[in-house]
């Protein structure tokens, strides 16, 4: 069986990074469906969904790996061509990726003691973002 579930956040852009665990938890318990897989996915070109430890030091790093591996203040040809200055927020997103998918045993999320799944917006303004949950499972 499958259901699927949509989320939406408010973003500040800039590599905010949302801890959404809660919200996914809620989704599956709420799904009927005991045992399965959560494919988490971002709508959107510049955003990520991955798994982190939510806490300050570990965002931070984080934040300061993507700057230092696709610095924001490099010249990109996205932003010759659209003017809008996203580039670095394109490339960031195909590198964390769209989705995740994570396992779930009698209605719980199968993570790690400090595992937290969270999105993450790139872009280079605030953003409305929509995140689809696909609950497989019996």
Request: hydrophobic share 40%.
């Given at each position: ?27 599956v318990s709420g799904s009927g469906l005991s045992d399965g897989i959560v494919t988490v996915f971002v ?62 045993r009698e209605r719980r999320l199968l993570l790690g003691q400090w595992q937290q799944v969270v999105v ?19």
């Amino acid at each position: 069986m499958v259901r699927t579930v949509s989320i939406s956040v408010a973003t500040k852009g800039f590599c905010d990074v949302l801890d959404i665990t809660r919200e996914v938890e809620e989704a599956v318990s709420g799904s009927g469906l005991s045992d399965g897989i959560v494919t988490v996915f971002v709508a959107g070109s510049t955003a990520g969904v991955t798994t982190i430890e939510y806490e300050s030091g570990a965002v931070e790093d984080f934040e300061t790996l993507l700057e230092r591996w696709i610095p924001s203040d490099a010249k990109y040809r996205h932003n010759e061509r659209w003017g809008d200055g996203n580039g670095f927020s394109h490339l960031r997103a195909a590198c964390v990726g769209p989705s995740l998918t994570v396992p779930f045993r009698e209605r719980r999320l199968l993570l790690g003691q400090w595992q937290q799944v969270v999105v993450a917006d790139f872009d280079n303004r605030p953003r409305k973002r929509t995140l689809f949950l696909q609950i497989l499972g019996e």
